[in-house]
T-cell receptor, first 115, second 116 residues
Framework: AQSVTQPDIHITVSEGASLELRCNYS??????LFWYVQSPGQGLQLLLKYFSGDTLVQGIKGFEAEFKRSQSSFNLRKPSVHWSDAAEYFC?????????????FGSGTQLTVLP | GAVVSQHPSWVICKSGTSVKIECRSL??????MFWYRQFPKQSLMLMATSNEGSKATYEQGVEKDKFLINHASLTLSTLTVTSAHPEDSSFYIC????????????FGDGTRLSIL
């Protein structure tokens, strides 16, 4: 069965510092990988996705992620964090189940940004 | 584009009440919609997958008679929590996936359900 691990429950960075959120997945086939962000009391917003091709994926809000098959990782990065980036971040792997593509989510990483 | 509207955003009701939550894809057609449940400070747990015009597929451990899902059109799916009890209190989130290859899921803003 597929699984997603986000090793860091909570990360704190200073505004302007660089950020890397870790994500490791377990899946028998080529995965579809996603990063979502969730602000308190709201739904999820898609930051970026990887399906195939270039392993460095650019997303919205200045985020990028790199797919490394050898490490089964899909880490999210941002060169300079803004206070508005404080939120919960979820990594997800998409699988095909029957006729649907389902998502399995990691446990999330809470990002705190210090002024 | 790709906006998913979920309504209501917050519901407070008495135990024993049935509550309906709507999920609409506003600017695209969604052949597949998903319903998730999220407990405080936890990840999203998939409850069921619904395809337009067919019965929903429920995940193991989810009571289909308790959580009724209807996906009557390509833009609307509903989740009805029947005879809700305090243990059903949670944050429910829907998502919708458009037609075509490699379409991601787009999420609604969630519904906070509080059963007194």
């Amino acid at each position: 069965a597929q699984s997603v691990t986000q090793p860091d429950i909570h990360i704190t960075v200073s505004e302007g510092a660089s950020l890397e959120l870790r994500c490791n997945y377990s899946y028998g086939a080529t995965p579809y990988l996603f990063w979502y962000v969730q602000s308190p009391g709201q739904g999820l917003q898609l930051l970026l996705k990887y399906f195939s091709g270039d392993t460095l994926v650019q997303g919205i809000k200045g985020f990028e992620a790199e797919f490394k098959r050898s490490q089964s990782s899909f880490n999210l990065r941002k060169p300079s964090v803004h206070w508005s980036d404080a939120a919960e971040y979820f990594c997800a792997v998409g699988i095909i189940s029957g006729s649907a593509r389902q998502l399995t989510f990691g446990s999330g990483t809470q990002l705190t940004v210090l002024p | 584009g790709a906006v998913v509207s979920q309504h209501p955003s917050w519901v407070i009701c008495k135990s024993g009440t049935s509550v309906k939550i709507e999920c609409r894809s506003l600017d695209f057609q969604a052949t597949t919609m998903f319903w998730y449940r999220q407990f405080p400070k936890q990840s999203l747990m998939l409850m069921a997958t619904s395809n337009e015009g067919s019965k929903a597929t429920y995940e193991q451990g989810v009571e289909k008679d308790k959580f009724l899902i209807n996906h009557a059109s390509l833009t609307l799916s509903t989740l009805t929590v029947t005879s809700a009890h305090p243990e059903d209190s949670s944050f429910y989130i829907c998502s919708a996936r458009g037609t075509g290859k490699n379409q991601p899921q787009h999420f609604g803003d969630g519904t906070r359900l509080s059963i007194l």
